[in-house]
């Protein structure tokens, strides 16, 4: 059985920092692209990023460059994503997903987690 669980969200205040974990079970996490999305209240969900399974070419959506930090450790079978400056806009929920994604065509939703939840909030 495929799985992917995310953690880390939480909340933070305005310029704060987050990283998240997506732990991998049920196939072979080093040979596959992944993804993080996010969906916020009322918006469509949100492309941020896309890492290659060596983790040495990785694609970010414009939001998130200089904030936002793609990474994996195929070894532990786990994604992350380190958050910097966080502001009130990046509240959402974020999931994790297999495969590659970009903006016009994010990973398939079946594709997901179970996503976590992140506040910015002060």
């Known amino acids: 059985e495929v799985q992917l669980v995310e953690s880390g969200g939480g909340v933070v205040q305005p310029g704060g920092s987050l990283r998240l974990s997506c732990a991998v079970s049920g196939f072979d996490f080093s040979t596959h692209f992944m993804s993080w999305v996010r969906q916020a209240p009322g918006k469509e969900n949100e492309w941020i990023s896309s890492i290659n399974p060596g983790g040495n070419q990785i694609d970010v959506e414009d939001f998130a460059k200089g904030r936002f930090i793609t990474s994996r450790d195929n070894a532990k079978n786990t994604l992350y994503l380190q958050m910097n400056s966080l502001n009130f806009e990046d509240t959402a929920v974020y999931f994790c997903?297999?495969?590659?994604?970009?903006?016009?065509?994010?990973?398939?939703?079946?594709?997901w987690g179970r996503g976590t939840q992140v506040t910015v909030s002060s």
């Open positions: 997903a297999r495969g590659p994604g970009s903006r016009l065509f994010p990973p398939r939703r079946e594709d």
